[in-house]
């Protein structure tokens, strides 16, 4: 793939003008902790914070899975995106104006073809407000509105609008501004025919719900028939900008009340959203369906931890609700459901009780994850018949193995046992039978992630020679003046790990021509992520006691040279096992002599000082 050409000077601009800290704070609650700042990993799944970024050096790295570098790597990672767009988005941010024909022809043209769908769907919904709004063809969804109870600044803020009863009304109208049915297709706003020779519009005779992303930018719809037509409800397809199981409905206008508020509502449906906000409860979202995604929880976990669920209460709701929750305690959310009475969703409720109502009794009541699913375990079976007793209690023993509080474990189980009367110890025997088996399969899990995310994993040999190169590295970067004591006990090609030995060589050059060596800028001008990311990494290793760099500085010299050595010795040992058979013996003296020597030169690096 094609590498960008924006000049060095302009990405360097650009990078200096942004605050890392600021860019991240857009998708992680991060919290300072000494120098640095610290949050929820948002690449992987983790209960304790292991994602520090650094203001001071303007660079991030996470402990746990390994992801690190600068502010465009970062974005790159959390977008999904190529250097070229995350440059152009950091760009925008900044305030700073790319010069025109600045990427490589392969980033030329995705990033075209992702900001023409951006203004096409822009278009569409611009469209489909404005027939909502200004046309005789928008009345029906306009009555249907009014009888909803929604008034029209909150349509207008939720930017709703009505595709009319047509097969071709806003294909005619996107061909009149040269906009073609291969870019309306590409954007899920046509159909092509069943004879595949012509197009025809995807939403007709809807109510259009338009769906943006965090940014608030509009990538894809939904639509409410207006009739008896099937299906109810139809969902732009996934397209290049559009991927419902990344999206939240109204999130983009929901963030700042779920920080505000402490927790995040999720909702099944559009009009329970735009209900709720309607009402002012705005700290509501909505899934667009039955199937949150493990994605969409991770959003929900990165803007606070705590997140009410109130799905209808129909049987679709309730088996869409225990799935849901098991996503989120996946994503580490504090769960609570929020259950509605039979025949109700939350627009219907807030409507018919008020958002007081909703608040106090719905909300207010909102039971903890373990206790909802006790409470719907219970409701599979007579508790008064042994053999669904004993059933109850083998499905409750799932859910209490999981609780990892052993004081919350206590108290579920306790109350569980007076509940049924038990006696005997039968329970809590079982229970710990079920826990070690979720610790094994837990550790088992564990170990299995360390080693593939992280570069060293346990139970491997480590050549205690590249741990003192990686040591190194680390302590020249905590503090650079430590590469005047390093001046000329060392050089780059004295490394075995050659990514250590070239990085140690730059920092010396620098070092040696008088250049101020500005740490966070050497980690940033790396345009290899994998190189950026070790570089992060290494500089938020734990800092030494600058009265101790020094000894340290020396014990890593020494095991470098005592490993060299060693690999030196090996290597002659293996010639004289390959000529011994050939009777060559001045050759052989001659290896041995050499042997001899690097075996005395390795004692003076053990036991004194020294260096050939």
Same mark, same amino acid.
């Given at each position: 793939m094609m590498t960008a050409l924006i000049p060095e000077e302009t990405i360097e601009e650009i990078r200096r003008s942004l605050n890392i800290v600021n860019v991240v704070s857009e998708y992680v609650v991060l919290k300072r902790t000494g120098r640095n700042y610290v949050g929820l990993c948002p690449f992987h799944q983790e209960?304790?914070?292991? &994602?520090?970024?650094?203001?001071?050096?303007?660079?991030?790295?996470?402990?746990?899975?390994?992801?690190?570098?600068?502010?465009?790597?970062?974005?790159?990672?959390?977008?999904?995106?190529? @250097?070229?767009?995350?440059?152009?988005?950091?760009?925008?941010?900044?305030?700073?104006?790319?010069?025109?024909?600045?990427?490589?022809?392969?980033?030329?043209e995705q990033t075209k073809e992702k900001d023409i769908l951006f203004k096409v769907v822009k278009l569409a919904a611009a469209y489909y407000e404005y027939v909502l709004f200004n046309s005789?063809?928008?009345?029906?969804?306009?009555?249907?509105?009014?009888?909803?109870?929604?008034?029209?600044?909150?349509?207008?803020?939720? $930017?709703?609008?009505?595709?009319?009863?047509?097969?071709?009304?806003?294909?005619?109208?996107?061909?009149?501004?040269?906009?073609?049915?291969?870019i309306l297709l590409k954007a899920g706003l046509v159909t092509l025919n069943s004879d595949k020779n012509g197009y025809y519009d995807r939403f007709r005779k809807r109510l259009i719900f338009p769906i943006a992303d965090r940014k608030g930018r509009i990538v894809g719809f939904g639509g409410r028939v207006l009739g008896a037509s099937e299906p109810k409800y139809l969902n732009s397809p996934q397209t290049y900008i559009f991927d419902k199981s990344r999206l939240l409905y109204g999130l983009h206008l929901a963030g700042n009340a779920i920080r505000k508020e402490g927790y995040a509502l999720v909702f099944e449906g559009y009009m329970d959203v735009i209900t709720a906000a309607q009402a002012g409860i705005k700290n509501a979202v909505a899934s667009m369906g039955t199937a949150l995604s493990f994605e969409q929880a991770r959003q929900l976990r990165l803007l606070g931890k705590d997140v009410v669920i109130s799905y209808d209460p129909d049987t679709a709701g309730q088996v869409a609700t225990l799935r849901g929750l098991k996503i989120l305690k996946k994503a580490g959310c504090n769960v609570k459901v929020a259950e509605l009475p039979e025949g109700m969703d939350p627009d219907a409720y807030i409507k018919n009780k008020g958002p007081e109502n909703f608040k106090k009794e719905i909300i207010g009541a909102s039971l903890?994850?373990?206790?909802?699913?006790?409470?719907?375990?219970?409701?599979?079976?007579?508790?008064?018949?042994?053999?669904?007793?004993?059933? @109850?209690?083998?499905?409750?023993?799932?859910?209490?193995s999981e609780i990892e509080d052993i004081l919350e474990r206590e108290s579920y189980t306790r109350k569980i046992e007076e509940e049924l009367e038990l006696t005997g110890g039968a329970l809590r025997q079982e229970l710990k039978k079920a826990r070690r088996r979720k610790i094994a399969t837990d550790n088992?899990?564990?170990?299995?992630?360390?080693? $593939?995310?992280?570069?060293?994993?346990?139970?491997? @040999?480590?050549?205690?020679?590249?741990?003192?190169?990686?040591?190194?590295?680390?302590?020249?970067?905590?503090?650079?003046?430590?590469?005047?004591?390093?001046?000329?006990?060392?050089?780059?090609?004295?490394?075995?790990?050659?990514?250590?030995?070239?990085?140690?060589?730059?920092?010396?050059?620098? &070092?040696?021509?008088?250049?101020?060596?500005?740490?966070?800028?050497?980690?940033?001008?790396?345009?290899?992520?994998?190189?950026?990311?070790?570089?992060?990494?290494?500089? @938020?290793?734990?800092?030494?006691?600058?009265?101790?760099?020094?000894?340290?500085?020396?014990?890593?010299?020494?095991?470098? &040279?005592?490993?060299?050595?060693?690999?030196?010795?090996k290597n002659i040992e293996a010639q004289m096992q390959e000529i011994e058979s050939k009777k060559e013996n001045q050759e052989i003296n001659s290896l041995l002599q050499e042997w001899q020597r690097l075996r005395k030169l390795e004692d003076l690096f053990r036991f004194g000082e020294g260096r050939d």
């Open positions: 209960k304790t914070p292991s &994602f520090m970024v650094s203001h001071e050096k303007q660079i991030y790295h996470c402990f746990g899975c390994g992801q690190g570098g600068n502010v465009i790597s970062f974005l790159m990672e959390i977008e999904k995106t190529t @250097f070229p767009e995350a440059v152009k988005i950091l760009a925008e941010k900044a305030g700073i104006r790319l010069p025109e024909k600045t990427l490589s022809f392969a980033g030329q005789s063809a928008g009345m029906q969804a306009l009555n249907y509105l009014k009888s909803r109870n929604i008034k029209e600044e909150t349509a207008r803020r939720f $930017k709703l609008g009505f595709a009319p009863d047509s097969w071709e009304a806003l294909l005619k109208f996107m061909k009149k501004r040269d906009i073609t049915e291969e903890p994850l373990v206790e909802y699913q006790l409470k719907k375990i219970k409701e599979n079976y007579n508790l008064q018949k042994a053999q669904d007793k004993a059933s @109850f209690l083998r499905d409750s023993l799932e859910v209490l088992t899990n564990n170990l299995a992630e360390k080693g $593939k995310n992280r570069s060293i994993s346990a139970g491997f @040999f480590i050549d205690p020679g590249e741990v003192a190169e990686r040591k190194l590295i680390s302590l020249v970067l905590a503090n650079p003046l430590l590469l005047g004591y390093l001046k000329g006990k060392l050089k780059g090609e004295d490394f075995n790990n050659s990514v250590y030995g070239a990085l140690f060589s730059e920092l010396l050059y620098l &070092f040696e021509n008088g250049k101020h060596i500005d740490i966070g800028a050497f980690i940033n001008s790396k345009r290899d992520n994998k190189v950026q990311s070790l570089l992060a990494e290494l500089y @938020f290793e734990e800092e030494e006691e600058e009265e101790l760099q020094k000894k340290i500085v020396e014990d890593c010299i020494k095991k470098i &040279f005592i490993t060299n050595i060693g690999n030196k010795k």
